[in-house]
């Protein structure tokens, strides 16, 4: 199996300061992003001269936050960062979670930290901001829920899922946006990967959510479907988190997706946190009776 070694880790901890709106990263010279009402850029604590921190550095250090991406890989890769905003006192805010697209091998790219959907009074209240989790895959695997339709024709994500007293459920959906049909039958084809991309082998997968536990609706029999342009399927994803004596915990982060045999594989975030229970349950593909029949996207 082909493995991708990328530069940055699954999580970053530390409070960095709001940069400055310095020398035009992409959305930093933005006349929204303007200096806190009622303080002074002076307030700001901390060293604005922080070195890079595997591949991610803030730059500045003044009211607009931003930060800055390099790409050490050797193919392109998008990046998900989730920032948590903190106050003066470092107090939680709010946090925002942000993707850099197609950054590619050697590229250093800077954009703001987006702002825009935060409560005013968080928005103002904000200093600092910390780098909490980092996650990248290969653009060339890199889920699509909306845009462009990709040139394998459907777009394959995860949900944000359901947790409940250790039990975890996430949804993994396909869309067909292209213009054919696309047939599916059987389960999704998984390769579980941890926070440095390499193949965890250790981890049980198993055909149906009834091996994990009744009642999850990842319990039905494989069957053939037909998807329409703008059909829908979806699969489930269930494990528990329950940690035993004897062994370590296992989290995989990644799950490279393959919908069917000689599908292009999709890598997605569903932060398996598998305990030590060894193992994770897949349900067969079924056809999502939420979607409809629709036009179809002008592919990429």
């Not at 909490?132 to 990709?150: D, L, Q, Y």
């Not at 292209?178 to 981890?203: F, I, K, M």
Request: charge should be negative; charged fraction near 20%.
């Amino acid at each position: 199996m082909r493995r991708v070694a990328l530069a940055l880790p699954a999580a970053i901890a530390g409070a960095l300061l709001l940069p400055a709106c310095g020398s035009s990263p992409d959305g930093v010279n933005d006349p929204s992003c303007g200096k806190p009402a009622g303080t002074s850029s002076s307030a700001l604590p901390g060293n604005p001269s922080d070195p890079k921190t595997d591949g991610v550095k803030i730059v500045g250090a003044a009211a607009c936050p931003a930060f800055e991406v390099t790409n050490e890989a050797t193919e392109a890769v998008t990046y998900t960062i989730t920032f948590q905003l903190l106050s003066s006192s470092g107090a939680a805010l709010e946090s925002s979670k942000q993707t850099v697209p197609s950054v590619k091998p050697g590229q250093t790219v800077q954009h703001a930290v987006d702002l825009g959907e935060l409560p005013g009074g968080a928005r103002g209240e904000a200093r600092r901001v910390k780098i909490i989790k980092v996650r990248s895959v290969p653009t060339a695997e890199a889920p699509t829920e909306a845009g462009p339709c990709p040139p394998s024709g459907v777009r394959v994500y995860v949900d944000d899922g359901d947790a409940a007293m250790g039990l975890r459920a996430v949804g993994l959906h396909l869309t067909n946006c292209g213009t054919d049909a696309y047939r599916l039958n059987g389960y999704p084809q998984l390769q579980l990967l941890d926070e440095g991309h390499e193949l965890v082998d250790s981890v049980r997968i198993l055909h149906g959510g009834d091996t994990i536990a009744t009642g999850t609706g990842a319990d039905v029999k494989p069957q053939p479907l037909v998807l329409r342009p703008g059909e829908s399927a979806r699969a489930g994803l269930i494990w528990r988190n329950t940690t035993g004596m004897g062994s370590d915990p296992m989290d995989a982060p990644y799950v490279r997706v393959v919908a069917k045999p000689g599908a292009d594989a999709v890598m997605v975030t569903p932060e398996l946190d598998l305990g030590t229970t060894g193992k994770v349950g897949v349900g067969a593909w079924q056809r999502d009776d939420t979607s409809r029949p629709a036009p179809p996207v002008p592919r990429e």
